[in-house]
């Protein structure tokens, strides 16, 4: 049966026609709050060169405003010798002496005049962080507002190395000051951005990098991220790898411990998110280790790199560098403050390594990082029959180079293993004897096992003894002894590893006894 129609009241047609203009306005207003942040490139990966105050001859940096490479990081904020808690420039001039001396205030004022801006660097290598020895906690609170309120500045980077890093007490009382700055700047609408600075390997970052990066964390310092100084690897490096290869390496290391740390400090940031929290800072040139070269076809492909992985920063040691030494420089092995030591073109590398990356120091100082939604990881089940690798077994014994599958993924043991998780969440690569590849791709099928051909090995006998060490064929497959055996067949390896005294050859170690023959 139909129902009449009702009549709407006065009341009603207001309350609705106010939700009506009331959701336009929330449309509206959010609408103009995403514009203004786009305007303000939030979230712009950007680019800034190191620039060292204190070396000599001077460097013009004030000129770089009207360059690709306009920003800049003016380093090394560090404690007076005479006084831990008064900020020096390298320890040679205190904020207003540097003022005279070096017209730095003044030359600020030109680069910012031009469209760059800076962010200051605190520590270095070579003198002490003001946290170490400036144990107050209220006078370093001081000392830190002291930079910050005299540059105006809305990001600063702490360069953390030697005992400035390792020095745990120093690291929690930074971190609590500089928590404490940054909310407080919050709070008055006035954006600071934190950087932390580390050394890295092609691992990564070493235990003393991730402690300080978990300091930060834990007492609430909200980092804009972690810069990673792909730089003198020293042994670390294979003498065949190219710094930009390694330096790939340990940005992908880096981004794996990070996902870690945030977790551990309670804050879930998915795997795009945890690549925007990473910066990298090469030595161009003639590194401090006598072999190591960062060329110009180094920073292109490094570039690159970091472009495809949209992390958030790129910086350069140092913009002084960045021009090719002259004839009477003789040594260019010798590292010098003003020249690369390598054939390049004025400013080459500013050039390419701040390709694409545009974003404004201060417009990203205003971006806060939110935890996101952990959402339930969906595991498909692994299939033998769509794996191109047997599947990681508990009991399974893995010779040094062997592939597996594990939740749809290829992992190689970097060593011999048994029975360890080759998922296995640890923050140093040295923990776990696997190593993530990559994941399953979609249509793959078991690959078929390199066979030796015949002779190579003698074929495997029941009736024969055969101790640690020796190697037979079954069935076109070499296999080693892991102890003295009579009577067991290769064949059970596949169907109970650990307790077979056999165990196969890795894929790896067959294609080079196959080389070998050629």
């Not at 709050?33 to 001859?57: H, M, R």
Request: aromatic share 10%; proline share 6%; net charge negative.
């Amino acid at each position: 049966m139909a129902q009449s129609g009702r009549k709407l009241s006065f009341f009603r047609v207001m309350f609705a026609l106010m939700l009506l203009v009331g959701l336009g306005y929330f449309s509206y207003t959010h609408f103009i709050d995403w514009e203004q942040t786009k305007k303000l490139g939030i979230n712009t990966p950007w680019f800034a060169a190191y620039v060292d105050v204190t070396a000599e001859p001077r460097y013009a940096f004030e000129q770089l405003g009207a360059t690709q490479g306009k920003n800049v990081i003016l380093s090394f904020i560090v404690s007076s010798s005479t006084d831990p808690c008064t900020p020096t420039w390298g320890n040679a001039y205190t904020i207003e002496r540097a003022s005279h001396a070096l017209d730095l205030e003044r030359r600020i004022a030109r680069l910012r005049q031009q469209g760059g801006d800076i962010a200051i660097s605190f520590g270095g290598l070579l003198n002490d962080e003001l946290a170490l020895h400036c144990t107050d906690e209220n006078s370093l609170k001081n000392a830190y507002l002291s930079v910050i309120d005299a540059y105006e500045i809305t990001t600063i980077d702490l360069d953390l190395e030697g005992d400035s890093l390792k020095d745990w007490e120093a690291g929690v009382r930074r971190a609590k000051v500089l928590s404490e700055i940054q909310k407080e700047k919050r709070k008055k609408k006035e954006p600071l951005a934190v950087w932390v600075t580390l050394p890295v390997i092609p691992q990564g970052l070493t235990p003393e990098g991730t402690n300080a990066v978990s300091i930060l964390l834990e007492n609430g310092v909200d980092l804009a991220g972690v810069n990673i100084m792909t730089m003198n690897y020293g042994e670390s490096k294979g003498d065949t790898e190219s710094l930009a290869e390694v330096s790939k390496l340990a940005m992908i290391e880096t981004h794996r411990q990070l996902g870690i740390l945030y977790s551990q400090a309670g804050i879930y940031l998915n795997r795009s998110t945890l690549w925007t929290k990473i910066g990298i800072t090469p030595m161009i040139g003639q590194n401090d280790i006598s072999d190591e070269v960062f060329t110009v076809s180094d920073a292109k492909i490094l570039n690159s790199f970091a472009r495809e992985k949209n992390i958030q920063r790129v910086s350069m040691w140092s913009a002084n560098r960045d021009i090719q030494c002259g004839e009477n420089y003789v040594n260019v092995k010798v590292v010098s403050d003003s020249c690369s030591g390598i054939t390049q073109d004025k400013l080459d590398f500013i050039v390419y390594l701040s390709e694409g990356f545009t974003g404004e120091i201060e417009a990203n100082s205003q971006a806060e990082t939110i935890a996101e939604a952990e959402s339930e990881p969906i595991i498909e089940e692994d299939d033998p029959e769509s794996s191109p690798y047997p599947i990681w077994n508990e009991d399974g014994v893995y010779l040094a180079g062997t592939k597996i599958v594990w939740k749809r993924n290829v992992y190689q043991a970097k060593w011999w293993t048994q029975g360890d998780l080759p998922d296995n969440p640890v923050l140093q690569s040295w923990q776990t004897p696997w190593q993530l590849v990559g994941p399953v791709l979609p249509g793959e099928k078991p690959l078929p096992p390199i066979t030796l051909p015949p002779g190579f090995y003698p074929e495997w006998s029941g009736s024969k003894q055969y101790n640690t060490g020796s190697r037979v064929l079954f069935e076109g497959i070499p296999y080693q002894a892991r102890w003295w055996t009579q009577g067991d067949s290769p064949a059970a390896a596949s169907l109970n590893p650990a307790n077979s005294p056999w165990t196969p050859l890795t894929q790896r170690q067959v294609e080079q006894l196959l080389e070998t023959t050629k």
